[in-house]
């Protein structure tokens, strides 16, 4: 079945800086891929997602890039706030969401 | 915003005893789910249900019922608690037409 790779299990960036967290997968029927956010002590929040019809998606600070291709995709937190702070979830599915195969996270820690 | 309340939010049960882990949605999603987590395991999903009266398995069942008598309400049931089901469980709803998860903010279970 489809496994997901998260490869930074904890990542330290300065503030300000730019942040990058890779997944990879190895269903190529997967086509859909969110990212989700979990604050210290509290549930996960959806944060953006990449559909396979495209390659590259952006919602403010956050970039998703997808390489079908290497199957691969990945999030970039651009300039980089202390509020950033958290531990975050990569996730690939055939979208439905009960197929939701989930990497085992990246802690993100932001230096002053 | 859209709210999914778990209850309760730490529990420590004995092994062989029963545990119920409550979930309610004031979403109005059809779609609810119960996952676990450990540490360097991401997000497994144990049960989900696509509306009242339906139950399905996920990718790790085994010691797990689930229950949702209710399009608001889902449970998780270990009828024989162990050891090895020392946890986080999240519980989710989503909508069949979209794809973002709403999740509670946890319950911690020590079975000891």
């Known amino acids: 079945g489809e496994k997901v790779e998260q490869h930074e299990s904890t990542l330290s960036v300065r503030e300000g800086d730019s942040a990058v967290i890779n997944c990879t997968y190895t269903d190529t029927a997967s086509s859909y891929f969110p990212w989700y956010k979990q604050e210290a002590g509290k549930g996960l929040h959806f944060v953006i997602d990449?559909?396979?019809n495209v390659d590259r998606k952006q919602s403010q600070r956050l970039i998703v890039l997808l390489d079908k291709k290497a199957k691969r995709f990945s999030l970039h937190i651009t300039a980089t706030q202390p509020e950033d702070s958290a531990i975050y979830f990569c996730a690939a599915s055939m979208d439905s969401n009960y197929q939701l195969i989930w990497g085992s996270g990246t802690k993100l820690i932001i230096k002053p | 915003e859209a709210a999914v309340t778990q209850s309760p939010r730490n529990k420590v049960a004995v092994t062989g005893g029963k545990v119920t882990l409550s979930c309610n949605q004031t979403n109005n999603h059809n779609n609810m789910y119960w996952y676990r987590q450990d540490t360097g395991h991401g997000l497994r999903l144990i049960h989900y249900s696509y509306g009242a009266g339906s139950t399905e398995k996920g990718d790790i069942p085994d010691g797990y019922k689930a229950s949702r008598p209710s399009q608001e309400n889902f449970s998780l049931i270990l009828e024989l608690a162990t050891p090895s089901q020392t946890s986080v469980y999240f519980c989710a709803s989503g909508d069949s037409s979209q794809n973002t998860l709403y999740f509670g903010a946890g319950t911690r279970l020590s079975v000891l």
């Open positions: 990449i559909r396979s």
